[in-house]
T-cell receptor
Framework: IAGITQAPTSQILAAGRRMTLRCTQD?????MYWYRQDLGLGLRLIHY???????GKGEVPDGYSVSRANTDDFPLTLASAVPSQTSVYFC???????????FGPGTRLTVT | GQNIDQPTEMTATEGAIVQINCTYQ??????LFWYQQHAGEAPTFLSY????GLEEKGRFSSFLSRSKGYSYLLLKELQMKDSASYLC??????????FGAGTTVTVRA
């Protein structure tokens, strides 16, 4: 059982470029989340999805978009990357009745 | 929105006990979580409190007082492997969590 996988592990991206971070879970969890983690600020929610076909905005959604075409996949897209989006990005998922969130290994993104 | 406060750093000796406090302000409380995160790794779930009182899991315990907006994580019999960041998170309403900035615990021999 893989749990949650994220790709790529790390990426250096030029400002202005488009980038999609991939997230896949095999636990059949209904809810999925994208967070960014910055030093001193902790984990901040970017977007979330309570079930396939629905998405919602978190605390810091600007500059990011998501889609949830099926239960397993929840990609995060940066349409035009800016240096302030340099961060570590974590994808997570949870089942409705336990609420415990399981995190992927993270993607370290540097925008230059 | 939520304000979640926890100390930035704590240091303790191997074998000792450390208590990490977390205070929060929320308009609709629906559970408090503690996660552990080792450097360079993903957060992993430690505990969940939704009712007042103490939840014990081996060397780790978590306490909640909803009326005071207060929780603590107690780590007993500290081991070197417990050196990590500990994240307090509050759920408000549906599945979403709001995290504190984390407390870095350093265990010294």
């Amino acid at each position: 059982i893989a749990g949650i996988t994220q790709a790529p592990t790390s990426q250096i991206l030029a400002a202005g470029r488009r980038m999609t971070l991939r997230c896949t879970q095999d636990m059949r969890h209904n809810a999925m989340y994208w967070y960014r983690q910055d030093l001193g600020l902790g984990l901040r929610l970017i977007h979330y999805s309570n079930t396939a076909g629905t998405t919602g905005k978190g605390e810091v959604p600007d500059g990011y978009s998501v889609s949830r075409a099926n239960t397993d996949d929840f990609p995060l897209t940066l349409a035009s990357a800016v240096p302030s989006q340099t961060s570590v990005y974590f994808c997570a998922s949870s089942e409705a009745d336990t609420y415990e969130q399981y995190f992927g290994p993270g993607t370290r993104l540097t925008v230059t | 929105g939520q304000n979640i406060d926890q100390p930035t750093e704590m240091t303790a000796t191997e074998g000792a006990i450390v208590q990490i406090n977390c205070t929060y302000q929320t308009s609709g409380f629906n559970g408090l979580f503690w996660y552990q995160q080792h450097a360079g790794e993903a957060p992993t779930f430690l505990s969940y409190n939704v009712l007042d009182g103490l939840e014990e899991k081996g060397r780790f315990s978590s306490f909640l007082s909803r009326s005071k907006g207060y929780s603590y994580l107690l780590l007993k019999e500290l081991q070197m492997k417990d050196s990590a960041s500990y994240l307090c998170a509050v759920r408000e309403g549906d599945y979403k969590l709001s995290f504190g900035a984390g407390t870095t615990v350093t265990v010294r021999a």
